[in-house]
Nanobody, 116 residues
Framework: QVQLVESGGGLVQAGGSLRLSCAASGSIFSINVMGWYRQAPGKQRELVARITIGASTYYADSVKGRFTISRDNAKNTMYLQMNSLKPEDTAAYYC??????????WGQGTQVTVSS
C-alpha cells in the first residue's frame, strides 16, 4: 500500500501563488507516475499535471505556463507550484500515484480557493 498526504492548500487572491506538496509513504518502490488532479463543485475530476519517474511532465492546457510539477525522489514528495492563480483554479486538489497503468493510490485532497 501507498499512502499519500497533500498539504499546502488555502485561500489566496487572484494572481497569487501556492505550493502544494504530496508526501508518499509505504510501498513507494516502483511508483512510476505521480499526478495532480482537481475537482471543482459540480464538475468532473480533471488531470492538472503529471510527472514520471524520469521527470517527464504533462500539463493541462488550462495551467500551462502557470503551474509547475516536480518531485523530490529522495524525500518521496511531489510538488505543484501554482502561480498567477485564477478564480477558476478553485477546487479540491488531489495527488495520485501509479505503478502500472491507472492511478491506484489517492490522497485525501487539499482545498484551494482563489478569490477575485
Amino acid at each position: 500500500q501507498v499512502q499519500l498526504v497533500e498539504s499546502g492548500g488555502g485561500l489566496v487572491q487572484a494572481g497569487g501563488s501556492l505550493r502544494l506538496s504530496c508526501a508518499a509513504s509505504g510501498s513507494i518502490f516502483s511508483i512510476n507516475v505521480m499526478g495532480w488532479y482537481r475537482q471543482a463543485p459540480g464538475k468532473q475530476r480533471e488531470l492538472v499535471a503529471r510527472i514520471t519517474i524520469g521527470a517527464s511532465t504533462y500539463y493541462a492546457d488550462s495551467v500551462k505556463g502557470r503551474f509547475t510539477i516536480s518531485r523530490d525522489n529522495a524525500k518521496n514528495t511531489m510538488y505543484l507550484q501554482m502561480n498567477s492563480l485564477k478564480p477558476e483554479d478553485t477546487a479540491a486538489y488531489y495527488c495520485a500515484a501509479s505503478k502500472i497503468g491507472a492511478y491506484d493510490y489517492w490522497g485525501q485532497g487539499t482545498q484551494v480557493t482563489v478569490s477575485s
